[in-house]
Nanobody, 124 residues
């Protein structure tokens, strides 16, 4: 059974930082495409970042480029999303997702497995 478990969300002031973690079981993240999505209240889900062994470096949505960094720890079968210079518009539920191909995440905006989500609130 595949499980993706996110952690690290919380309340942070504008300009602050958070690091989200996504621990996987039942699949090896190095063998799959992995992505972070978010959904703000009243808005559609959007892709934030994704990576795969088939591409040289992670892909980022324009809204987070230069502020968010996605990384992996293969030994822990965990991916991370380092979020810096956070803005109120980054407030959302953040989801970790895994897919059999990077195209499903990057192009189709979907995935085969989803985590339960972690809340991020950026507010003063």
């Amino acid at each position: 059974q595949v499980q993706l478990v996110e952690s690290g969300g919380g309340l942070v002031q504008p300009g602050g930082s958070l690091r989200l973690s996504c621990a996987a079981s039942g699949l090896t993240l190095d063998n799959d495409a992995v992505g972070w999505f978010r959904q703000a209240p009243g808005k559609e889900r959007e892709g934030v970042a994704c990576s795969s062994s088939s591409i040289s470096s992670p892909l980022y949505d324009d809204s987070v480029k230069g502020r968010f960094t996605m990384s992996r720890d293969s030994a822990k079968n965990t991916v991370y999303l380092q979020m810096n210079s956070l803005k109120p518009e980054d407030t959302a539920v953040y989801y970790c997702a895994a897919a059999f191909s990077i195209n499903r995440i990057a192009t189709l905006g979907t995935a085969d497995y989803w985590g339960q989500g972690t809340h991020v609130t950026v507010s003063s």
